[in-house]
């Protein structure tokens, strides 16, 4: 199956710090990349969806200026998440598609902010 | 009321027993549903993607699609305390790159 690759797995910082999450399709080009959150016993929350070349549409009351997300090749998407504070602490989990085929999920990011 | 219900369980079974879980959607527009499993801290893992209404089957797991009673099911046969996870059906109006829309997910603990 599909390959979706996210690094890094774990990552604690400090507050006020910058943190880069990488999400790469391993063995298909991803037209279009999703970002994802995750609150422990929860669904996942659609964050934004990334299309290759063009700039991230981010769902309602996602702050697109604190969580940045660029989309640079049919490979590579990153989410950056600017300043970030304890209340951004949370797993993070990308995902890929293209033409007609299902989301394939990277194995997440769970970020500790303190 | 959500566009996709699912129980969030816990669901308790015995090893080998078979197991049945469950989503019902409001959208009639859902074409194309998805199962997905969810171990712990891991990110969802693709176990099931059909189109439209009917039967697909891959091993242990077979996955149905009702479309006039918008209700969809996973079976997993003979299951193992390898199956113990949350599982997450997801549904999308059309494929590629469209938004899914999540239920809250099921979770499984399978018993020696």
């Given at each position: 199956?599909?390959?979706?690759?996210?690094h890094?797995?774990?990552?604690?910082?400090?507050?006020?710090?910058?943190?880069?999450?990488?999400?790469?399709?391993?063995?298909?080009?991803?037209?279009?990349?999703?970002?994802?959150?995750?609150?422990?016993?929860?669904?996942?929350?659609?964050?934004?969806?990334?299309?290759?070349?063009?700039?991230?549409?981010?769902?309602?009351?996602?702050?697109?200026?604190?969580?940045?997300?660029n989309?640079?090749?049919?490979?590579?998407?990153?989410?950056?998440?600017?300043?970030?504070?304890?209340?951004?602490?949370?797993?993070?989990?990308?995902?890929?598609?293209?033409?007609?085929?299902?989301?394939?999920?990277?194995?997440?990011?769970?970020?500790?902010?303190? | 009321?959500?566009?996709?219900?699912?129980?969030?369980?816990?669901?308790?079974?015995?090893?080998?027993?078979?197991?049945?879980?469950?989503?019902?959607?409001?959208?009639?527009?859902?074409?194309?549903?998805?199962?997905?499993?969810?171990?712990?801290?891991?990110?969802?893992?693709?176990?099931?993607?059909t189109?439209?209404?009917?039967?697909?089957?891959?091993?242990?797991?077979?996955?149905?699609?009702?479309?006039?009673?918008?209700?969809?099911?996973?079976?997993?046969?003979?299951?193992?305390?390898?199956?113990?996870?949350?599982?997450?059906?997801?549904?999308?109006?059309?494929?590629?790159?469209?938004?899914?829309?999540?239920?809250?997910?099921?979770?499984?603990?399978?018993e020696?």
């Amino acid at each position: 199956g599909a390959v979706v690759s996210q690094h890094p797995s774990w990552v604690i910082c400090k507050s006020g710090t910058s943190v880069k999450i990488e999400c790469r399709s391993l063995d298909f080009q991803a037209t279009t990349m999703f970002w994802y959150r995750q609150f422990p016993k929860q669904s996942l929350m659609l964050m934004a969806t990334s299309n290759e070349g063009s700039k991230a549409t981010y769902e309602q009351g996602v702050e697109k200026d604190k969580f940045l997300i660029n989309h640079a090749s049919l490979t590579l998407s990153t989410l950056t998440v600017t300043s970030a504070h304890p209340e951004d602490s949370s797993f993070y989990i990308c995902s890929a598609t293209s033409s007609n085929q299902p989301q394939h999920f990277g194995d997440g990011t769970r970020l500790s902010i303190l | 009321q959500k566009e996709v219900e699912q129980d969030p369980g816990p669901l308790s079974v015995p090893e080998g027993a078979i197991v049945s879980l469950n989503c019902t959607y409001s959208n009639s527009a859902f074409q194309y549903f998805m199962w997905y499993r969810q171990y712990s801290r891991k990110g969802p893992e693709l176990l099931m993607y059909t189109y439209s209404s009917g039967n697909k089957e891959d091993g242990r797991f077979t996955a149905q699609v009702d479309k006039s009673s918008k209700y969809i099911s996973l079976f997993i046969r003979d299951s193992q305390p390898s199956d113990s996870a949350t599982y997450l059906c997801a549904m999308t109006p059309t494929g590629g790159g469209n938004k899914l829309t999540f239920g809250t997910g099921t979770q499984l603990k399978v018993e020696l």
